[in-house]
RNA sequence: ACCCGGGUGGUGGAACUGGUAGACACGCAGGACUUAAAAUCCUGUUCGCAGUAAUGCGAGUGACGGUUCAAUUCCGUUCCCGGGUACCA
């Protein structure tokens, strides 16, 4: 009987969907019959392109960690969605007129196809999808809770925005008196809350993709440029929606502690929050000490100081001037006369450049003097105020004081324009550079004279503070984020405009359908295709839509009880499965999504809806696969011959004559130029000719017709109709191709569909291969050869229960010692593996012990079974069905974990090849507890062996190539 | 520039808290079975030198140096590759 995967792999996907036999229930929390596990992946966006290899590396990870705890007697939920909203879809609906909703649900379909074809352990009943109306129901209803909540800053968490209104009643603010609450018209009352809410409208200056139509998210933007499609984005202010992520930032930071992430993760999230502490100070102004012109500083006109931020009070004796951001509101204010012609003309440079290429020239230094001067509180010295584009209106407080021998910029700043530069840490500073560092001993530095400068920043902020002109400081380079997007593909908000107030919808009222529309362009004014919408607009609904980050924010709660239609999650359930135990996907998401959806939990946490404040327990990367593309190199060549007559022709050449990475153009003499000539020759035969242009063009093929590097030249024929006639040369008979590693993509041809895979090996196999490429978190360019290899290792699995000729081979005798020791051996290597998630030697391990029990002959039941249990999560079809030829019933899913024994392990003595000063050469068996020889007679010269022979026992014995090098007793 | 990863045979990759580097697999070479092919099985495969051979000797984990009886592993310097951030004061 043959290994026929097939057959058994059809039967088994159709037996298990049959009997439900990953069905997945919430028991009672009062009475949980097992602990609980939640393994999660992160759900994909159903693209039309489908899955490509790459996609089901983490999938297969997390099927095999569900399996191996179930199997470990754990009730574990691990299910299965889609991120259906996005604005592909949208751009698809666009380009064909297709309604987002058919393509989606096309899509949807064909991942699920594709998902199930590799026997994954999803319980289906539990599906989610974010563009259900019967989920994003709920996405809206959550939105309502953080319009309805604030911050609280005494208590650090988010509060009903109720219970601050009572306190406004009752006490007012530090802004305003209860009284005059009371005072504010409704609209004011409104905008004042407004300010405070967890998701909140405001103006604000957005990325405003022209192209797209759309705003975009900061992360959305890479270098002034859409992160899809690569269009230019610019700065505009438009009335937008926002999350207050930043009022959660010190909970986001500290939650890191408290969770599994790899370290480069939590470094990324904490790189993104951006917290840095310091001081905020004031210098007050001073009329110019140098010209007899009258200062702008009139008094009542306010502007009598300038507050700056800074990480490093203790240079503030360093400090050689003061910059500000060019569009910080007191330039305008404290300019001179004589400077402002200047300032102006640099105000209106800075408005010129684009935010790209402010930031494609950060080399450059730009700036100009305002004609004011500050005065150095601590020994009234009068500093220069620049302003500069260097300087950030958005950061702290939008100026900084600049210690030119402490920091680089400031340096490079003052060295440009010829500003002296005070030294305040002696030999640390060069004069060639600025030295940042802290551990310097100040000096011209009044009275932190001799302080080291990391001691001295907590007194110079102490002193600043005791002054009452500054305090201590935290600033975050997070900002809020931005919650609108002008699109249609996405949850529309439950808010009415009523005279400019937010009327949240009541929670009746919801699910607040998507509308069909059918135009999907942009509305009025850079609004959302919604506003295209007569009756829409006319009820004055919000025109905008959530980001993709809304609904992936929580849906790993809405998996817990999928169908609940009175509830977002039972409180129940999600007291049940609580935190997910492992998350599984890629970096990419490392700032979007996975902080989105931690501060979703806090708020949750915080208003008492879940009972857990981190989503995400241990987070487990996988790598991207990447895409080894193949090329052929298409040589165009020109000749003349003596008359003048073009010659021409085309064709394909091998890599051995072209290098990838060789000009286009190659001289007729090299041995291209040769082929080349060998070519004309056949084309247009005894003529005399002189080659005059040779160009190579690189062309992608697809990587399913060749094999390693080789062309299979018939099917490259057949790919294309251009290609038909194509002429090759050939080296030895073969076409060989170039490689090179890019991202997977339709349209380098370097894709590779698992469906293929499956049918030509099997999804087992498939599934192990996948493993053994190596460790899933290690990012690696994808090759198909070597599956034979895992192939190889299915078939000899099935030949320990099979032979071809006598069929059944296995007995129901009693294993050996040395079978056993394998099993054992086994059972200790794949539980720790699988644990560590070590997929790829745990595969190896498989292959060996197959290996060695192929070796022993073994046809042990008692043996092959306990092999199957450790094998089902890594290759659940042929596991399940050889377990039930031995006889059993049910799903091995249920089976016994093997139990490790770990005196099967035991080696009770060794041989150990022993050559002392390089004379003696023997073996000696020892007795591997106690390392006591067994050999009677050994004449050794070492002494410490003399001691171990008199009876004193060593500790330890090290033997390095066979010779004895050292022996602790 | 800064912060994280990582450099090991022809290839993907192993090596536990320092203890015989190269597991396992691919590829390659040779052999067995076969009319032949496929499939399967066996042997070899880090490099260099010596030997008919078993084998022996030497070098070897990007480079240089250090600690140690012993370093892929720990420390320092340096080079290269991948990822993240980017005027954040």
Redesign the pocket.
């Known amino acids: 009987m043959e290994y026929n995967f097939r057959e058994i792999e059809q039967k088994w996907r159709e037996s298990w969907k049959a009997n439900k036999v990953y069905k997945v229930d919430n028991p009672l929390v009062s009475a949980p019959l097992k602990p609980k596990f939640y393994v999660l992946d992160m759900f994909p966006y159903p693209s039309g392109a489908g899955l490509h290899v790459g996609h089901p590396l983490g999938y297969i990870a997390s099927d095999i960690y569900s399996r191996y705890k179930r199997l470990k007697g754990f009730n574990v939920l691990h299910p299965m969605g889609f991120d259906s909203f996005g604005l592909p879809a949208e751009q698809y609906a666009i380009e064909t007129g297709q309604h987002p909703a058919t393509t989606t649900e096309k899509n949807i379909a064909t991942f699920k196809a594709q998902l199930n074809k590799i026997g994954f352990c999803y319980d289906w009943e539990r599906e989610v999808r974010t563009s259900d109306a019967s989920y994003y129901k709920w996405t809206q209803w959550l939105f309502l809770q953080l319009f309805n909540s604030y911050f609280c800053n005494t208590q650090k968490k988010a509060r009903p925005i109720t219970e601050l209104i009572k306190k406004y009643e009752r006490e007012g603010s530090k802004d305003f008196t209860a009284t005059s609450w009371h005072g504010y018209t409704k609209k004011e009352q409104q905008e004042i809350l407004m300010k405070r809410r967890l998701a909140f409208s405001a103006y604000g200056e957005v990325n405003w993709c022209e192209a797209l139509g759309t705003v975009l998210a900061n ?1 959305e933007v890479v270098n002034g440029l859409s992160e899809r499609g690569g269009h230019p984005v610019i700065k505009k202010k438009m009335r937008q929606w926002y999350l207050k992520i930043t009022a959660y930032a010190d909970r986001l930071l500290e939650g890191l502690e408290r969770v599994e992430f790899s ?2 993760m939590k ?2 999230q904490r ?2 929050i ?1 917290k ?1 502490e ?1 001081a905020e100070m004031e210098f007050r102004l001073t009329p110019n000490p140098y010209s007899a012109e009258a200062t702008p500083l009139t008094p009542g006109r306010g502007v009598e100081a300038i507050k700056v ?4 009070p203790d240079t503030i004796f360093g400090v050689d001037f003061i910059v500000l ?1 060019p569009e910080h509101e007191l330039v305008a204010k404290i300019t001179t006369p004589t400077q402002k012609k200047q300032v102006d003309e640099y105000l209106a440079y800075v408005k010129s450049r684009s935010d790209r290429e ?2 494609a ?2 080399k ?1 230094i730009t700036g100009c003097f305002t004609g004011a001067y500050a005065e150095n509180p601590f020994d009234g010295k009068q500093i220069p105020v620049w302003i500069a ?4 209106a ?3 407080t ?1 100026a ?2 600049a210690v030119p021998c402490g ?1 680089q ?1 400031d340096f490079a700043f003052a060295k440009h324009f010829k500003i002296p530069i005070t030294n305040i840490i002696g030999e640390h500073y060069n004069g060639e550079e600025a030295n940042p560092t802290k551990d310097a001993t100040l000096q011209n530095s009044g009275f932190l004279d001799g302080f080291l400068m990391k001691d001295a920043i907590s007194v110079a902020i102490n002193r600043i503070e005791e002054l009452g002109i500054g305090k201590r400081k935290v ?1 975050f ?1 997070m900002r809020d984020a931005g919650f609108s997007r002008q699109r249609y593909w996405g949850e529309p908000f439950p808010i009415i405009w009523e005279d400019g107030v937010a009327v949240p919808l009541n929670e009746n009222e919801l699910p607040l359908e998507l509308p069909f529309v059918e135009k999907y362009g942009p509305g009025p004014e850079g609004e959302g295709p919604l506003a295209n919408i007569e009756e829409w607009v006319e009820k004055r609904r919000e025109t905008s839509t959530m980001p993709g980050y809304a609904g992936s924010s929580w849906y790993f709660l809405r998996y817990m009880d999928p169908q609940n239609n009175d509830n977002f999650c039972d409180r129940t359930a999600s007291d049940y499965w609580n935190q997910v135990d492992v998350y599984i996907g890629g ?2 998401h ?2 979007g999504h996975l902080l989105y959806s931690r501060m979703w939990t806090k708020v949750m946490y915080d208003l008492n809806l879940i009972g857990f404040d981190e989503p995400f327990k241990r987070l487990v990367n996988q790598g991207m696969i990447q895409g080894s593309s193949r090329f052929v190199y298409r040589v165009f060549c020109m000749a003349e011959d003596e008359l003048n007559n073009k010659l021409e022709s085309t064709f394909i050449v091998s890599e051995t004559y072209v290098g990838w990475n060789n000009s286009n153009v190659f001289d007729k003499n090299d041995r291209l130029g040769l082929e080349v000539g060998k070519k004309i020759d056949q084309l247009y035969p005894g003529k005399k000719y002189k080659v005059n242009t040779i160009a190579v063009t690189k062309l992608h093929v697809d990587v399913n017709i060749v094999d390693g590097v080789e062309l299979d030249i018939a099917a490259f024929k057949k790919w294309k109709p251009e290609f038909i006639n194509t002429e090759f040369i050939l080296e030895d008979g073969k076409y060989i191709c170039g490689v090179e590693t890019e991202k997977m993509s339709k349209s380098k041809y370097n894709t590779v569909n698992p469906d293929d895979l499956v049918d030509k090996f099997g999804a087992d196999t498939f599934r192990m291969y996948e493993m ?4 899933v978190e ?3 360019p994808w ?1 198909t ?2 599956i ?3 192939y ?2 299915l ?2 699995l099935w030949r320990l229960f099979f032979d071809e000729v006598k069929g059944k081979v296995w007995t129901d005798e009693k294993p050996t010692d040395a079978e056993l020791k394998v099993l054992h051996k086994t059972i200790k290597k794949i539980e720790s593996d699988t644990e560590q998630f ?1 997929f ?2 745990a ?2 391990a498989f ?2 012990s197959v ?1 060695e029990l192929s ?1 022993l002959k073994c046809n042990k039941k008692e043996i092959l079974e306990q092999v199957l249990i450790l094998l089902v999560p890594y290759a659940p079809h042929i596991a399940e069905e050889l377990w039930h030829q031995l006889g059993n019933q049910g799903t091995i899913l249920d089976a016994a974990y093997p139990v490790l024994e770990e005196k099967y392990l035991v080696e009770t003595s060794k041989e150990y090849p022993v050559s002392i000063n390089g004379k003696l050469r023997t073996t000696i068996n020892m007795d591997v507890n106690t390392l006591q020889p067994e050999a009677e007679k050994l004449v050794l010269e070492n002494e410490v062996v003399q001691k171990w022979l008199e009876g004193k026992a060593p500790r ?1 014995i ?5 010779k004895m ?2 022996v602790v007793i």
């Not at 584009?389 to 950030?392: A, G, I, N, P, Q």
């Not at 053994?772 to 460790?775: A, D, R």
């Open positions: 992360d370290e480069s470094e990324m790189n993104w951006g840095s310091g931020y800074t990480t490093r951001a402010r930031m020239e950060v450059q584009e260097y300087v950030l958005g950061y702290g939008g900084i004081m920091d910029r600033n380079r970096t990419e490392a700032v053994f490429l190596g460790p290690q990012s690696k090759d050869k070597g034979e290899g895992v190889r290792f078939r000899k070590s790829n030697t595969v190896s292959m060996i290996n070796d330890k090290i033997f390095v190539k066979g090098i050292n």
